[in-house]
């Protein structure tokens, strides 16, 4: 049971090169999520599916763009990247009842140059 | 090098000592309450949860304090050890919204 994984785990990008970042969880959960964390601040929510087939805006949504493959898949996609996308990016699953914990995965640490 | 929590307030306290961390929510409204634990080039580590009909809940080694009245939650360790050295942060859960995360504590364990 390895939980939520993402892949890569670090990536230097150009401005304006694109990628995706993909994220599968093995916990059977129906809610996935997109975090980004910037030094000093708070985990950010990007975009998040709260279940197979339906995808919501977060709080920072602009320059990103998610696909929910299926129950175990969620990917962010940066079509064109800037350096104020330079983050920590998290993918996270829960079960989607309203008292259950976010579980995330390690992260991927992208710079775009 | 670790780059997340850069700019963070820091608790140093002696290993063996009992931690206090504390975190202030914004919204009246939440009913779900939660701390994660943090390690350099790890994702975020649930350590313990709280309902709103609550005040207090422990786990092994870690409480969870929850004063509404104030809108203050804490989390206490004791007899922290090194390995409990890490950035730890709260959520908070309003009912059928998304969580909201406090920016952290770093928690330096000195031997």
């Known amino acids: 049971n390895a939980g939520v994984t993402q892949t890569p785990k670090f990536q230097v990008l150009k401005t304006g090169q694109s990628m995706t970042l993909q994220c599968a969880q093995d916990?059977?959960?129906?809610?996935m999520y997109w975090y980004r964390q910037d030094p000093g601040m708070g985990l950010r929510l990007i975009y998040y599916?709260?279940?197979?087939?339906?995808?919501d805006k977060g709080e920072v949504p602009n320059g990103y763009n998610v696909s929910r493959l299926n129950k175990r898949e969620f990917s962010l996609r940066l079509e064109s990247a800037a350096p104020s996308q330079t983050s920590v990016y998290f993918c996270a699953s829960r079960s989607g009842t309203e008292v259950s914990p976010l579980h995330f995965g390690n992260g991927t640490r992208l710079t775009v140059t | 090098g670790e780059s997340v929590g850069l700019h963070l307030p820091t608790l140093s306290v002696q290993e063996g000592d009992n931690s206090i961390i504390n975190c202030a929510y914004s919204?009246?409204?939440?009913?779900?309450f939660i701390w994660y634990k943090q390690e350099s080039g790890k994702g975020p580590q649930f350590i313990i949860d709280?309902?709103?009909?609550?005040d207090k809940r422990q786990g092994q080694r870690v409480t969870v304090l929850l004063n509404k009245t104030v809108k203050h939650l804490s989390l206490q360790i004791a007899a922290t050890q090194p390995g409990d050295s890490a950035v730890y942060f709260c959520a908070e859960i309003p009912y059928g919204q998304n969580f909201v995360f406090g920016p952290g504590t770093r928690l330096s364990v000195l031997p």
């Open positions: 916990m059977n959960h129906n809610s």
């Open positions: 919204n009246s409204a939440s009913d779900y």
């Open positions: 599916s709260a279940s197979e087939g339906t995808t």
């Open positions: 709280i309902r709103s009909n609550m």
